[in-house]
């Protein structure tokens, strides 16, 4: 378990417990395979980050998570019990999400729309509204009283009265997670929570996941940030073509060659000038860069590669990784005293499976 | 509008495209000021004036030093009209009559004053044959009248920034660029410059009082409305109040006493039914109070229809089956001699039944639909609607059981008892003779109170926070955790409920129930279409929006009866018209408001600054 800066007990192993396990999770739709046979763990105190192309299957696999799809095949447990096939009943058992687009209730209130993410949480129905009687009272304060904790926590207190649909994106986006925070979830699922930001709002959104982390929350979050994913993520998976190819922590997906292949494509088969000698594959080189300034490095030729070479490319690789899935997260255990450095948490140990 | 020629200056200077004129540009502002007060008070004095030498038009208005019908509105717009011209004047007195300031109040009071005052008018010219038929009052009263208007047309206003005519698009488009100018600066003519004033702290005492009042001016209104006697009368009234009505909240005193009412809501509402309640004892006859109280079923039945349409969002087209459903089980129970049972329950038994046979209906409906989404609902509910009339006519014992009667329905439903208070007696309370109708009145005012205490305790709570948030992004509720149709399904079944306890005291009202009563769409209100409409056209979610919508719809048809058939086409072009203009319905929600008029908040520049 690799340990970014903030936890201060960290060497004292707060993880372990496994909050969500997802097995062999297959979506197909008709035809069309969506996701094929992802296995993804993440354990309490954690922070894992997903990623991949577009369209290879992030959010799908999300929505399986959350019971918005009902997987084909493969099952998704929290803490030990198998999720229920409906998204209220996993909001109850205590996932809570963000959704890529912002999905607030825009004409209701920001504090309603907290008081909204706590409904699991009340349990006063309608005639308990009609008669409101004290238990009622002391519930509706309740939560109005920890709904406004919440807002604390984003930084919208003051706003509390204000339509959702009027705040500013950033803030729309954090109100969106203090949402999904009212449910007082076990594991929170965001998903791009920083698209269409700019740095400095990069920044604080990170700085909010760090401290959702610090509450006790694991959080898996999807993003296409680099930068902001290797920054924040305890280990990332890579998702391509609706499998996996590989998960460990940032250093080791940043130098793997075949993720930077589904990024960016093939381009030693695909340059023109190097169909003649092949050279070797420039790929590990930039392995302190993020995969992302590769792409301004690589030839225009080179990332212009035909979607076809990474789709022949990619099942060989993940089948490859199949069978070692398993083992990372056991052996992450071992307690690392990690350098106190934020901005790359290097952690060789946990990814040496994956570099093979 | 002058757009191409005050364009080069707007580019070059901004400043004087922003110049103060009135839409009348030659009268200089002092001028127009006194033209409108000496129009208003002249029109005031006028309304003592005969106007026409015969009795023959309605209202008599005939006689010096007595004003009648139609001249008591134009009265009451000519002091309007006085009285916002003496506070525009800055008057010690009279400057708390417009809290939100300009002059924006006094243009619509002068308007209102001028549409009443040429309305009548014109009404004695038409209906005797020429304005020969005037006396010299009706033509002093007129030009009054018109004189205030162009005073206030001529006082000044902020003009909008006119936007440029782009040269290269096709005189259809530059035609309506400069349409569009036009309407913009004729719009901000009658805009408010400033929100209103907060009130000054008051002692609760005194807020109460005027609280008390402005309920008092609301029940006199609603009063006068359902006491007019002709067709002029109350078309005049429908002209007098719409248009009054905005002007006095352009002068922000509406907004002056919502505050007030929100600060005191619970007994603002109590006052507000207290003034319900006095209606009976204002009227001498039980004419208007048969008006009353089908006004007040088709309300709660609106305000009902509220909780499904305006807070959970569920489209019911068939909702005044419930009400049938609700009347025909309390017929069933009521001893009539027609009902093939021959049992009869007590009120509290009957309306037990009526509510909870609506209920279990409604629960049947929505369990098999609720689970989809979209407009499937909106399909069942429309063909339960039908299927309810259409069986209720075959179960006539020769096309099916013998159960309702078929087409003639249960006939001869006696009147309520309770505790030994007989509803089709007159009763003498006071010095007042209150007659069956009155009694059915509070009855069915006892029952709305119900309503809206299930409408606010259930809409202010985790259960109605939940159906808002299903209505707003039912993906997005599902994941916060809520069972949508669970939250949906006792939405649909309460509605259904509330509209049968309504239904149960509409059968003892009505005498008779029969399948007719409960239509889709028909010229007598209470109907699928007409609740729908009240509740789009008083405001969705709100509590007083399908109340007044209610009225409405009830009133104008029954009013203007020389409509005739061209009733559902004039309500179809009205119901456009306020889409189109005022979309968040009469009593807007605040939040609707927000979300239909976001645009007119945005600078006006952006719209075509890159063409």
Known sequence: ?356 | MTTISENPKASTAPEPAAEATGLIGFVPEKAARALTLGGGVLTVASCFLAWTWTPRFPGDLTYYGSPAGLQMQVLVTGVLTALFALSSYGVKGTRWLTPAGGDSALKLAALANFAITWFTVGAISIQLGGPVNLEPGGAVVALASLLALLGALALPFERPKVLPVDPEDTSWDQFKHRAGNGWASFRAAFATTGTARRLPTMHSSVEILIIAGVLAIALGVFTYGVGTEYDELFLGFLITAGLGFAAVSKSGLVAQATQLTSKHQNLSIAGAFTAAALFPFTQTDDQYATLGVYILIFATVALGLNIVVGLAGLLDLGYVAFLGVGAYAAALVSGAPSSPFGVHFPFWAAILVGAGASLVFGVLIGAPTLRLRGDYLAIVTLGFGEIFRIAVMNTDGTSGPDITNGSNGISSIPNLNILGFDFGAAHSIAGFTIGRFANYFFLMLLIMAVVVLVFRRSGDSRIGRAWVAIREDETAALAMGINGFRVKLIAFALGAGLAGLAGTVQAHVTYTVTPEQYLFAGPIPPNSAFLLAAVVLGGMGTMSGPLVGASLLFLIPNKLQFMGEYQLFAFGVALILLMRFRPEGIIANRRNQLEFHEKDETPATLAKAGA
């Not at chain 1, 309603?112 to 238990?135: C, D, I, Y």
């Not at chain 1, 050279?279 to 590990?284: G, H, I, L, S, V």
Request: charge should be negative; aromatic fraction near 4%; include cysteine.
């Open chain 1, 1 to 356: 378990m690799t340990t970014t800066t903030k936890t201060a007990g960290a060497t004292t192993a707060p993880t372990g417990e496994t909050v969500l396990d997802a097995r062999g999770v297959t979506m197909r739709f008709g035809g069309l395979t969506a996701v094929r046979d992802v296995n993804l763990t993440v354990n309490s105190g954690e922070i894992v980050g997903l990623i991949g192309p577009n369209g290879a299957g992030k959010t799908t696999f999300f929505n399986c998570l959350t019971g918005l799809y009902v997987p084909t095949e493969g099952e998704v447990r929290y803490k030990g019990t198998v999720l229920p096939p409906t998204s209220y009943k996993v909001t109850d058992a205590g996932i809570a999400r963000t959704f890529q687009n912002i999905r607030l209730f825009h004409n209701m209130t920001v504090l309603e729309n907290v008081l909204v993410g706590r409904h699991t949480r009340m349990k006063q129905g309608l005639w308990s509204a009609l008669l409101r009687l004290p238990a009622f009272k002391k519930a509706e304060a309740e939560a109005s009283k920890r709904a406004m904790e919440l807002l604390e926590f984003i930084g919208l207190q003051d706003k509390a009265q204000h339509l959702a649909k009027n705040l500013p994106y950033g803030e729309q986006r954090k109100l969106e997670i203090a949402r999904a925070l009212a449910s007082d979830p076990g594991l929170i699922l965001l998903d791009e929570p920083t698209a269409g930001m700019n740095p400095q709002e990069t920044r604080a959104a990170e700085e909010l996941i760090f401290a959702i982390r610090d509450m006790g929350i694991a959080v898996l979050v999807i993003e296409h940030d680099m930068r902001f994913i290797f920054n924040l993520c305890d280990r990332v998976a890579v998702l391509v073509q609706g499998q996996k190819l590989i998960e460990g922590d940032s250093q080791t997906v940043q130098s793997d060659e075949r993720v930077i292949a589904a990024y960016l494509g093939e381009p030693v088969e695909a340059a023109p000038a190097a169909a003649a000698a092949p050279a070797p594959a420039p790929a590990p080189a930039p392995a302190e860069d993020e995969a992302k300034d590769a792409a301004t490095e690589e030839t225009p030729e080179a990332s212009e590669t035909p979607e076809t070479e990474e789709a022949d490319e990619a099942p060989d690789a993940a089948e490859d990784e199949a069978p070692a899935d398993e083992a990372p997260d056991s052996e992450d255990e071992t307690p690392e005293p990690a350098p106190a450095s934020e901005d790359t948490p290097h952690d060789p140990a946990s990814g040496k499976e994956n570099d093979a």
